[in-house]
Structure formats: C-alpha cells, structure tokens
C-alpha cells in the first residue's frame, strides 16, 4: 500500500484545510485509518482516527473530521478554525489487520496568528 498526503498549506488562525491521503495497491485487510501531527520539537500524536469507531485527540474535537471515500481509496481530515498550535507536519497511517502498518510522507500545516 502506497499513499499520498496532500492538502496542507499556510492559513491565517480560524481559516480551513482539507487534507487528503490517497491509496494505491491492495488495501484489503486494512482495518483502520488516521492522522497523526508532529510539531517541531514534539513526538509524533494521533489527531483522528477510523476503524471500528472514530476518534479524536481533545484539542481538535469538534474542529476536526475524519472521513473517508471507499470508492476512491481515500481519507479526509476537515480542519476548521485552525489554530496555531495545530501546525505540524500530518501523516496518514493505515494499519492492516495482520499487522502492517502503511505511512505517508507528510503534508505541512501552518497556522499563523
């Protein structure tokens, strides 16, 4: 499995970015999906994730949605009223119920005050 993250830009703080992260190549067996965030300086952190439910890490909750497109092999993360400290490079992550786990190359985030 292969993805490619895009979507991330500079925006101004409350402004929006819709990240996608499409997949290539067999993605049977995949049984969860998400996003993580690493700011500079910060370990990497689960923002979202989809798989028998969806979650959310607190800081993002009601801001952030995950979702996804079966049809065209893709996930989404809405961002709404970004804030500063929501800059950081994304990452997709799927994980395979066998234990595979598939990364994409990041895809920066800058929210500037």
């Known amino acids: 499995v292969q993805l490619q993250a895009s979507g991330g830009g500079s925006v101004q703080a409350g402004g929006s970015l819709r990240l996608s992260c499409t997949a290539s190549?067999?993605?049977?067996?995949?049984?969860?999906m998400g996003w993580y965030r690493q700011a500079p300086g910060k370990e990497r952190e689960l923002v979202a994730s989809?798989?028998?439910?969806?979650n959310y890490v607190d800081s993002v909750k009601g801001r952030f949605t995950i979702s996804r497109d079966n049809a065209k092999n893709t996930l989404y993360l809405q961002m709404n009223s970004l804030k500063p400290e929501d800059t950081a490079v994304y990452f997709c992550?799927?994980?395979?119920?066998?234990?595979?786990?598939?990364w994409g190359k990041g895809t920066l985030v800058t929210v500037s005050s």
């Open positions: 992550n799927y994980k395979h119920s066998l234990g595979g786990d598939y």
């Open positions: 190549g067999s993605i049977f067996g995949i049984n969860a």
């Open positions: 989809s798989g028998v439910g969806i």
